[in-house]
């Protein structure tokens, strides 16, 4: 990839100057790329600056070294190459607002390099969109609303595989919750459901097998529930559209993110799963409808819902024009950037 994207930066330079580039941080040869044509490189780190400050620390002091056993991804030749190239960028570009991570950020920015800078939440700044028709799913979901009925949105984002056992527990834990539920699978996971399982709850639940905009569903006002593997887009949507999450990790540093969620925000529960070594959970179909009710009905959802509200008010303010922490930010950034 590399070959080519100089290619594209050399004939970008020949028609006008180029003052910087953002790259995601997986990128780590953009550095490279950068220095070579003579302009700054900054990194978008698409997770949370927490997980950020745990990764950075376990590296340091060397916490965690070694394989621990047969199914464990060997991923230090990748994070070699990253920590090289992030440390020597301008700065990180975080995908979180201040007022969420502020003890991290600060630490982070009195204590290491380079300087993180939030921009976000990008998602509320979005424009309101209004479409000639409204999708199915759209429809669903006021007809929802008109009947006074709250929704779980149920998605477990386009990268974890799940097996075909544990789609059969999910519907069955669904279905015996009795919640209303918007379920989004791909097409190949939804054949994989009991026949009959979409008749038996039609009344009160529907899976979608198409792609779906996922902020319209988290800012419906009937969705009052986030069913999600924790992915730190979905977590960080779902919180500044004011939804508690009912936390799932499958993979990545998704098992921090739900920590993060429940343990350290608390705007949300977290599914009740056994531990198969270092594969992903498996979740019991009870333990599932126990949690759902929960969240959807019981005291440690309304506390979850109560906080998550509060924080969804912080990520406005942060965004907010000209006085937001974030706009402030970005500020920042961009007059350091024009003083280089």
């Not at 700044?125 to 199915?136: H, I, S």
Request: aromatic share 10%; with cysteine.
């Amino acid at each position: 990839m590399q070959p080519m994207v100089e290619e594209k930066l050399q004939g970008l330079v020949q028609v006008q100057p180029v003052s910087f580039m953002v790259s995601d941080g997986f990128q780590w040869w953009t550095l490279e790329s950068a220095t070579k044509f003579g302009f700054l490189s900054l990194v978008f780190n698409e997770i949370n600056q927490i997980v950020s400050s745990v990764t950075k620390a376990v590296f340091k002091d060397k916490l965690l070294v070694g394989v621990e056993s047969d199914d464990e991804l060997i991923t230090e030749f990748v994070i070699d190459q990253m920590k090289k190239s992030t440390s020597n960028s301008f700065g990180y570009i975080v995908n979180s607002f201040h007022e969420l991570e502020k003890v991290y950020v600060d630490s982070w920015n009195s204590e290491a390099t380079p300087n993180v800078w939030y921009v976000e939440p990008l998602c509320i700044a979005e424009p309101e969109r209004k479409p000639q028709k409204k999708p199915f799913w759209i429809q669903w979901l006021d007809q929802k609303l008109a009947q006074g009925c709250s929704v779980l949105y149920v998605a477990f984002g386009s990268q974890a595989e799940v097996s075909s056992k544990q789609l059969q527990q999910i519907a069955m834990g669904l279905q015996e919750s009795k919640a209303n539920f918007l379920w989004v699978l791909r097409k190949k996971e939804s054949e994989l459901l009991d026949e009959g399982f979409e008749e038996r709850v039609k009344e009160r639940g529907i899976v979608v097998k198409q792609w779906v905009d996922q902020s319209r569903i988290l800012k419906h006002q009937c969705v009052e529930g986030f069913l999600s593997h924790c992915g730190w887009n979905s977590a960080l949507e779902s919180i500044c559209y004011g939804v508690p999450i009912l936390a799932w990790p499958m993979i990545a540093e998704q098992a921090l993110n739900v920590r993060i969620v429940v343990e350290e925000i608390k705007v949300g529960l977290r599914v009740e799963s056994t531990c198969n070594g270092m594969k992903p959970l498996f979740v019991k179909w009870e333990g599932l409808m126990k949690m759902v009710k929960e969240l959807m009905e019981g005291e440690m959802g309304k506390q979850a819902r109560k906080r998550v509200k509060q924080v969804a008010e912080l990520g406005k303010m942060a965004m907010a024009d000209a006085d937001g922490s974030s706009w402030q930010t970005l500020d920042l950034l961009i007059n350091e950037l024009c003083n280089k």
